[in-house]
């Protein structure tokens, strides 16, 4: 057969799902005509797909050596290094292929997405948009659009474009970014949020209830529970180092876990997860949720627990199908699931304080002492003494996301500058790389008579350790909202640098409150704006004070229910063998 025909042929196997064969033929093809480019391109394709990504940017460069310009595998590479997070080469190959072909609308919005990830957002936009221009109807062209005015901190044109794409592409895969969204936005009320999280439930779930078959679990006494936790980010992710310290201290006489990893590009973290589950360790990103739904069922898993919520990379309709007897959402998103199929919900007193947010859940709530342990890595950097005292000036900062930092937010912001004098404030972000959002915020903060040189931005740190370093660069953090930190805040406050925070009615603007509180900082604590604004600048005029507090900080941590891992963990077991009996009393009580 003609090479021709034969990749013509392997290319529509790959269509059909049937690599195998497609990968044959190629093969052939090359026994035949030893280097041949097409062949070397449809196997780095059908490598790329099997999730073999170093084989696949292998093939694909070799293919594009003798085909510097064809378009699409110019295309298809780039696509391939932006998902390898190799984001310069990424770059590279899909601006010659839009050279060549300057109206590929897909190229446009691959583009596009690259620059989402490396926090330019006005090219991701500019990008974006040009998309748009090519095909007014290409409707997905809005998300990155969507999630890079996220990145500046404009809220509000953000949830319009989401709705605007929710009429136009209803679905899970739409709805969930609109939900996480949502959180970012004061003028959402709690009510408004958990009704839209009940309407998710009611358009997804509903129709799935049909597949849930009715369990009934082997009784619990005198064995281990099997835990299986369900992750987008077993990968280097904020997630990663409030997670590890639990699987790391789970009794396998308690519990024997599981991890389900739906990672599209592991890294080193994923492969530090795999060692520590070991034979438990199942990857599900190239499963449906049926195949995903039958595999947690072979493994008999007694408690299933998603961590992901509606952020990136979510299963949550896996769970919909119910393949465990129990299930719980805890950790990686600040909400109700919505889901009716999940049972519980792991939080606190603090962060969710009994009766003021049960209504906003489908899940019971389960409080645990806190509804999570901060373990500092290995290397944490010597708390530093206020640099007030070297400098002369007090230097507020925060290192949280860019689109926690709304226009209400920066208003508090400037008014604590303004009633300090001489202050600066340091933000430090991926997106601190981008001009665009540099130009907001500095324009943002000169509308209200903050000049711009007492604004420090900076960027993203080589390394974690570096990233700890440059807090002995900030008197006081100040806690976002509605939106509070929580990576960020447990390291603020590891790295001695106390928090002030504005109490909310929710859990996602509860998370500084409670971390406040486990350190003893309850008069760092506002119930108002203006009490927000008061503790900043009577705390600023303090640096003795401030420096006393920096010297008690890690002793505060060891000596909290935030700090201590271990008991965390046996409370998180308990809390798993009381669902499991609450929910099905004839299992025993263990």
Not at 501 to 514: E, F, K, N
Not at 550 to 563: I, K, P
Request: hydrophobic share 45%; charged share 20%.
């Amino acid at each position: 057969m003609d090479p021709a025909a034969q990749l013509d042929e392997a290319a529509a196997l790959h269509t059909q799902q049937r690599h195998a064969e497609a990968e044959a033929l190629c093969r052939a093809v090359l026994r035949a005509k030893p280097g041949h480019p097409g062949a070397l391109y449809r196997l780095g394709l059908l490598a790329r797909d099997r999730g073999d990504a170093k084989k696949a940017l292998e093939l694909l460069l070799r293919a594009n050596l003798l085909l510097p310009e064809d378009v699409a595998l110019l295309a298809d590479l780039g696509v391939l290094f932006g998902a390898l997070r190799l984001f310069g080469p990424a770059i590279h190959r899909l601006e010659a292929a839009l050279a060549l072909a300057p109206d590929r609308l897909e190229t446009h919005l691959h583009l596009a997405g690259v620059y989402s990830d490396i926090g330019q957002s006005a090219k991701a936009i500019g990008a974006a948009r040009r998309a748009l221009e090519l095909d007014p109807d290409h409707h997905a062209a809005l998300v990155p659009i969507a999630s890079s005015l996220m990145s500046q901190g404009n809220i509000p044109e953000a949830l319009s474009l989401w709705r605007q794409l929710l009429s136009h592409m209803p679905g899970h895969g739409t709805h969930s970014p609109y939900l996480f969204s949502m959180h970012y936005a004061l003028d959402c009320s709690p009510a408004e949020i958990a009704a839209e999280h009940f309407r998710f439930a009611e358009l997804y779930e509903a129709p799935l209830r049909a597949l849930q078959v009715p369990h009934s679990p082997a009784p619990i006494a005198g064995r281990p529970l099997r835990v299986g936790y369900v992750s987008p980010d077993y990968r280097l992710h904020p997630v990663r180092q409030f997670l590890l310290p639990v699987l790391r201290r789970h009794d396998p006489a308690a519990v024997e876990f599981y991890c389900y990893a739906n990672v599209p590009q592991p890294d080193t973290a994923t492969a530090e997860f795999a060692k520590l589950a070991g034979s438990r360790w199942r990857e599900i990103h190239a499963l449906d949720d049926d195949a995903a739904a039958a595999l947690i069922r072979a493994d008999a898993i007694d408690i299933l627990v998603d961590l992901a919520g509606h952020s990136g990379g979510c299963r949550l309709l896996l769970f919909a199908r119910k393949p465990a007897p129990v299930q719980v959402t805890w950790l990686g998103y600040p909400d109700s699931t919505g889901l009716t199929s999940i049972d519980y919900r792991i939080t606190d007193a603090v962060a969710d304080p009994p009766g003021l947010t049960e209504a906003f859940h489908s899940e019971s709530l389960f409080r645990l002492p806190c509804f999570l342990t901060y373990e500092p890595p290995a290397y944490i950097p010597p708390v530093a003494p206020p640099p007030c005292l070297r400098n002369g000036f007090v230097t507020f900062g925060s290192f949280n996301n860019f689109m926690k930092i709304d226009p209400a937010v920066i208003r508090l912001w400037a008014s604590v500058l303004d009633g300090v004098p001489g202050s600066k404030l340091l933000l430090k972000h991926r997106d601190a790389r981008d001009p665009a959002a540099l130009e907001h915020f500095a324009s943002y903060f000169d509308q209200l008579g903050i000049a711009a040189e007492r604004l420090i931005f900076a960027p993203q740190m080589p390394s974690h350790g570096v990233h700890l370093e440059h807090y002995a660069d900030m008197d006081i953090a100040l806690d976002p909202f509605p939106y509070n930190g929580t990576t960020t805040s447990c390291e603020a406050l590891a790295m001695g640098v106390p928090l002030v925070v504005l109490a909310g009615a929710a859990h996602v603007s509860r998370v500084g409150v409670d971390l406040n509180r486990q350190y003893g900082l309850d008069d760092w604590i506002a119930a108002t704006p203006e009490e927000y604004r008061d503790i900043a600048i009577r705390h600023a005029a303090d640096p003795t004070a401030l420096a006393e507090l920096r010297g008690q900080m890690r002793a505060r941590l060891a000596g909290s229910a935030l700090g201590n891992p271990d008991a965390f963990v046996r409370h998180l077991e308990s809390a798993y063998r009381e669902m499991m009996i609450a929910q099905f009393p004839s299992s025993g009580p263990g």
